[in-house]
């Protein structure tokens, strides 16, 4: 072994080369090629975040004021996007109001009672299917279901039915992790201290989660704003032409706090707009209800980590 | 042997831990004078890592010679595997590490910015504690190294292979299936010495050890440390190791770390491994070596 | 007394659990909770797999016809044909290009992220990509419609542009050369995959041990070599995992793709022509037939073939996984 050693060992090797020689230039060069591209789609990403942005703030120069946020759309003039905008508000909060609480009592399940069986793996399974089918199969989905076989006919229920199905795997999944984050530790305390698995749960592991519940609530809120697809056959694609608030009657389909009436959202708005509108101002209209969606957007991503942040900050302080 | 007078003059020059740095290096200058037919492999002098505000270690001047092993000793959070990891620049990887002072391999700063780190860690490889094959055949784990050198002529390769292999004693074991197994279905001290021969393959001058057998059992321990004997004829090692009495085994130089009030690693005493182990020149050596501290 | 004190702690100890404990409601709520989606995927399921097949069952149209590449949908002409490979093939190809387009883009993101971009660099790129993530179909869709199908537009026409070599043989092919292409349709596309396939490959990337990393850079390779030659190897099931969850995204997109892609049931040829998707077919005519009638069914079974391919991927990526898993 040591013959072998010394044979072929640094003694029989030549004198050695400077450390400022660079060896095999050539992938020297690849890393420094390497290098400049890597950052190069870095940079690229940002620019066309930035471009969209800049482009979408110029286009609304002059279409965005109060009374496009406000007004009832017009025939003659710009008009405004309120029924639309207002639906989609209504649309966000009645399908948060049934996804949150499902979602967060599944997210529950599958972190604190979910066992390495079958089931688990049946749920686990559903919900990666559910998030990977095409969101116009959703709408499908919804209406065979809601307007068809429940005759219905065009809702916002319906449309926040098919809405809260098609993100109820993304709440869930949120709550899971944020739940999943909360430390073991908390939980043996607790239940050593004698309190029930369920006391548990709502008293020590809930309130320590709600960071992280709270950001996965808005996160699945700014992808419910901003979905068509889902609705283009469950909520309807008509122009609604004015809304009277101090219609209070629910079951009244004028009444625009019902849930039993056609409600075209901003994003189903733009849709229909671009492929059938034939106004004089279609495209202002069009990059106005564009640049609130991407504001909203930009305020839902921001509120995220604003707030996820905030309740960190007040409850490890507390 | 310039060299060590050169630091002791340096040394004096140098205003803080005076008189303990003045005996340390005149310890070294004696030791370098006892064995001068070997050449200074790696240098160091006045050498300073920092992580951000932490001074991890603090002013180490020391030398390497040629075919040797040098072990750095000391209690955790002494600084050493820090002050290894400066030899080849690994430290280069931590964001905001910092090196102050010299460290010269054949008389070339390495610290330079200008120096090309790819060729640097060709000529000074390095083992880790826990041993860490790539995903992938024994023969390619091997042939890594050479293959990114842009050697891609079979039979060499293959020979190569063999010769890494047979240096590191692992040839026999792994001969039949070099190809079909992976590297990391390898038991714990073969897969580390599968990472000595992946070293040997790039064909280094000096070999680093990070706690290479940490993580092995006594007999693998005793493997590598046959193996590092054997190595020694052909390669400057340099091996951290909390382990004393692998240190008095197999090194010839023994090198004590220790952290200062401000948890600052720095260099106690360097001396040959005998000396070290028997009448050491400082109080904190003894007392680590002895047991009462650390 | 205090013997007596233990003597009943033993004794609840051993009591029977209370009627509520026997129960346990809360899991039992839970449960439900989390077992819905198993409701939900069986329900849509069944539902869309009936109604597509209603093509075939009730309207008696044979397989055979449906593989074909003719679309003549409207019950009043003479010959009503309901050839759906136009469909397929338009998705699959615009799909293809926009993977094509997009893979190398994200892995290269995913990379700079994991291996190459400094702490702040990352802060920047990270919450960037995440309001990608965010911003609607139908924005982007706008966006195609405004400034990428003008482009094209130009582009097709312009006179350098067809005097290149390749690029310009593949503009100089058949199709309207308005813009509205399955090159915009796959541009869009590209760009709304671009987070999802980024932040699964970065996911992979930095699931590898630190120790493969140093290992590697410790043997004096250059970090690019460290990346090619160990990371991507090592991430590869990881990578794939993103490039199928892409894909689904991609195939299932409707009405971005539908309002750039120029909507022309023909089988594609090239890519500055303008053609259809399976989404694109469903989005524009499913409001203008009527429940039961052949045409509309022809729409189901298109979304029974979309639905196909979205579990298809699922099963392809717990196939990855378990290799994976495996190795």
Redesign the interface.
Known sequence: MTATATSAGSGSRGPAPSLRHRPSGGSILADRAATVVLWGTGVFVLLLLGAIILHFAMAAWGVVSLSFVLDDPSDAALGGIMPVLWNSVYMLALTMLIAVPVGILGGIYMSEYAGDNAVTSAIRFAEEAISSVPSIVVGLFGLILFVDNFHMGFTALGGALALTLFNLPLMTRLSEQALRAVPQDERSASLALGATKWQTIRHVVLPLAIPGLVTGVILTAGRVFGEAAVLLFTSGIGTPAHYDFANLDLTNPASPWSPFRPATTLSVYIWKLQSEGLGAFKNQIVDGSAAILISMVLVFNLGARLVGRLLTRKLTAA | MNTGDEMLVASTTYQEPLIRRVEVSASLAAEAATTVEREIKIATSHVSISYGEKVAVRDVSLQIQD?SIMALIGPSGSGKSTFLRCF?R?ND?I?GARVEGEVS??G?N?T?P???V??????V??V?Q?P?????SIYENVA??P????LNDRGKLEELVE?SL??A?LWDEVKDDLRRKSGLALSGGQQQRL?IA??LA??P?VILMDEPASALDPVSTLRIEELMR??R???TIVIVTHNMQQAARVSDVTAFFTMAEDRAGYLVEVGPTGQIFTRPNERLTEDYISGRFG | MAQLTTANRMASLRAAPSFGERIDLPRRVVFLAAASMIGIVVLLLGFITWQGLQLFLKDGVPVTQVLSSTWQPDSTSPDVTFGLLPFIAGTVFVTAVALLISTPLSVGLALFLSEVAPRWARAIVQPALEIFVGIPSVVWGWLGITILVPFLSDTFHHDLALSLPVVGEVFRAPGFLTGFSWLAGSLVLSIMVLPTITSVSFDAFRAIPQELRTGSLALGTTRWQTIRHILIPAALPGVLTAVVLGMTRAAGEALAVQMVIGNTPVMPQAISQPVTTLTSQITLDMGNTVFGEPWQDALWTMSLVLLIISVASVVLVRVINKRRMAS
């Open positions: 075919r080849n690994m990887l964001p391999l054949d070339e390495v330079d200008d120096v090309s790819v060729e640097l860690r060709r000529r490889g390095m880790f826990r860490n094959p790539f995903p992938m890594y190294g293959r990114r050198r842009g010769t047979k240096r004693a990472c992946r070293v790039t064909e001058e054997e190595l004829e052909a390669y």
